[in-house]
């Protein structure tokens, strides 16, 4: 995933008589670096494997993914003690901001004064944070017709905080802020799903859970001109804790099947829904036709034959009948031996994988694959390919292009001193207050039509005449 400029060309920097203007090459290299920059950021510096596999397997169960992005700061403090400090040095600490001095004493060491200190030296940290969200807490516009929420009216992200929680983030709350939303319902009903209920009560009031919203929401509220903007606004219950304009909505959403005119899109557990309703159903009777060919039914005449004995099917076990027992009881058929429910299943498994591309032969479990030609289990797995390009082409196409767009706005708005990354085995100094602001970007996805040894043989076989 790389940006790519797209502005106009500078005239003062151009030479007319080439085709590529100076402005355009310098931009292309400093493109490039903010493209291995942000990938840095996402893949290095935050736990982009687990990001990325949350974010897919979300899409692949649950409809839509999300991904939020935001800058986090903290405070990095130690203390350092040294001694035999000079007038001069103790004069240049002690006019550093994130230096202060915790313990003082002067002495003469016979050529003038010195100072031995301890310091307390608190440095101000960034980063760029990226975390999975679950689609539960992501309110969006009904009105919102695209995967992407870049462009929506309304987003929302509500989430269970403690009141502790509140106050680490910045907010001066008091202990008994109102919740009027607060539905204990919801907490209890996603820990039910894992067999997870507690009855332990916290009755401290820090503690407490309160229900916060944090929104992004376009209004006219404060436009003299009457155009909607952007504003992020947070508020637990009716009491706003924060207030501002904003350029981005920082959530980036992606769906393996999108449809059109609408934001939630299809998992692959929808496609293949029905299907395992029907397997479950014939596998089910499948069990039960084996059981009836073990212990199958049987017509008795209840005056001749002992129920408690019939009621008990064991090996080698009696049955004690009031005369002949052919008279007294006799074996119902059973229609069915369940070979034909498992032959359904395998058709219906057959469907499965024309929907998802999921097949036997394209994982290489096919004991089958032998017997057949190499020509057409590249057919089969070609097919099975696309559908599985499509999926990869749209999480490219909707998730990682608006994420690549999000962490490169958060960078640029929050990163305010230079940093260094290793880029082609050298360590290079970026500083993103040089950056431009980019609206456009080119996705290169690692996804080609066919595979090697069909691109090798269409090479061979082709002849170009020279000339």
């Not at 332990?200 to 376009?218: C, D, G, H, K, L």
């Not at 155009?227 to 508020?235: D, G, Y």
């Not at 749209?394 to 990354?421: S, W, Y």
């Amino acid at each position: 995933f790389f940006f790519k400029q797209k502005t106009a060309y500078e005239i003062k920097e151009c030479d007319w008589s080439s085709d590529v203007c100076s402005s355009d090459l310098e931009d292309t290299e400093a493109a490039d670096q903010e493209t291995e920059y942000v990938n840095t950021v996402i893949l290095e510096r935050n736990p982009g494997f687990s990001i990325i596999y949350n974010w897919l397997h979300d899409g692949l169960l649950q409809k839509n993914g999300y991904v939020k992005v935001y800058w986090e700061e903290s405070e990095d403090v130690t203390e350092e003690p040294y001694r035999g400090v000079t007038d001069e040095e103790l004069l240049m600490l002690a006019q550093n901001p994130e230096v202060e001095i915790v313990e003082h004493e002067a002495y003469n060491d016979g050529i003038g004064t010195a100072h031995n200190i301890r310091l307390r030296i608190t440095k101000q940290l960034g980063k760029v944070k990226l975390v999975n969200l679950p689609p539960e807490e992501v309110l969006v516009d009904d009105n919102h017709r695209e995967v992407s929420l870049l462009n929506a009216n309304f987003v929302q992200h509500r989430r269970m905080v403690t009141i502790s929680e509140l106050r680490e983030m910045g907010y001066e709350v008091d202990d008994d802020i109102g919740d009027y939303e607060t539905d204990d319902s919801v907490e209890h009903a996603v820990r039910s799903l894992y067999q997870e209920e507690s009855n332990r009560e916290n009755f401290e009031p820090a503690m407490r859970r309160v229900m916060y919203r944090e929104t992004y929401i376009r209004t006219t509220e404060g436009s003299e001109e009457g155009i909607a903007q952007l504003r992020k606004v947070c508020l637990v219950g009716k009491e706003i804790l924060h207030d501002e304009p904003c350029e981005i909505i920082p959530i980036a959403c992606w769906t393996p099947h999108p449809m059109p005119h609408r934001h939630v899109g299809q998992s692959e557990a929808d496609v293949v829904a029905d299907l395992q309703v029907i397997k479950t159903s014939q596998l089910r009777n499948a069990i039960d036709a084996q059981a009836l060919s073990i212990h199958g039914r049987w017509g008795i005449d209840v005056n001749k034959v002992n129920l408690e004995d019939m009621l008990t099917s064991r090996p080698g076990g009696l049955v004690r009948t009031d005369g002949p027992p052919g008279e007294a009881l006799f074996p119902l058929a059973n229609p069915v031996d369940g070979t034909k429910n498992v032959m359904f299943m395998q058709y219906l498994d057959e469907i499965r994988a024309n929907r998802t591309g999921i097949s036997n032969t394209f994982q290489g479990l096919d004991t089958n694959a032998l017997n057949k030609t190499a020509t057409g289990v590249n057919a089969l797995q070609s097919a099975a390919q696309e559908k599985i390009q499509l999926i990869s082409r749209c999480f490219a196409e909707m998730g990682m292009k608006d994420l690549m767009t999000i962490t490169h706005k958060v960078i640029l708005q929050n990163q305010k001193r230079p940093d260094i990354i290793r880029l082609r085995n050298k360590y290079i100094p970026i500083d993103p207050r040089t950056w431009k602001n980019r609206n456009d970007m080119t996705v290169s996805v690692g996804l080609g039509t066919g595979n090697k040894d069909r691109k090798s043989t269409r090479l061979n076989s082709s002849h170009i005449p020279l000339s």
